[in-house]
Nanobody, 126 residues
Framework: QVQLVESGGGLVQAGGSLRLSCAASGRTWSSYAMGWFRQAPGKEREFVVT????????YYADSVKGRFTISRENAKNTVYLQMNSLKPEDTAVYYCAARSTYSSDTYYTGYDYDYWGQGTQVTVSS
């Protein structure tokens, strides 16, 4: 069982930055690929970025490529999402998710993750 807790959300002006954190409980944290998703009001949840167990493989949605950076510290059971050059359209609730995998370098862009956090609100004003 893994519990995920996101933090770091808030209100920021367009062009600003935020860093989200996702802290995980559980002894097998390093056995999970991680992902960030977001859901804007009235829209479906969408994929943002994913990172492999090793942290060496990542994949970004086109909408955030070049602006967002995912990283993980397995020793701290934490994954981060650095968000720069934020735009109003980035406004959403951001969720982290964990998927158990035997592969150290595989990432997952789908929604079939095993565990999800409660989300943290990010609001970007224009």
């Amino acid at each position: 069982q893994v519990q995920l807790v996101e933090s770091g959300g808030g209100l920021v002006q367009a062009g600003g930055s935020l860093r989200l954190s996702c802290a995980a409980s559980g002894r097998t944290w390093s056995s999970y690929a991680m992902g960030w998703f977001r859901q804007a009001p009235g829209k479906e949840r969408e994929f943002v970025v994913t990172i492999s167990r090793s942290g060496l493989s990542t994949y970004y949605a086109d909408s955030v490529k070049g602006r967002f950076t995912i990283s993980r510290e397995n020793a701290k059971n934490t994954v981060y999402l650095q968000m720069n050059s934020l735009k109003p359209e980035d406004t959403a609730v951001y969720y982290c998710a964990a998927r158990s995998t035997y592969s150290s370098d595989t990432y997952y862009t789908g929604y079939d993750y095993d565990y999800w956090g409660q989300g943290t609100q990010v609001t970007v004003s224009s």
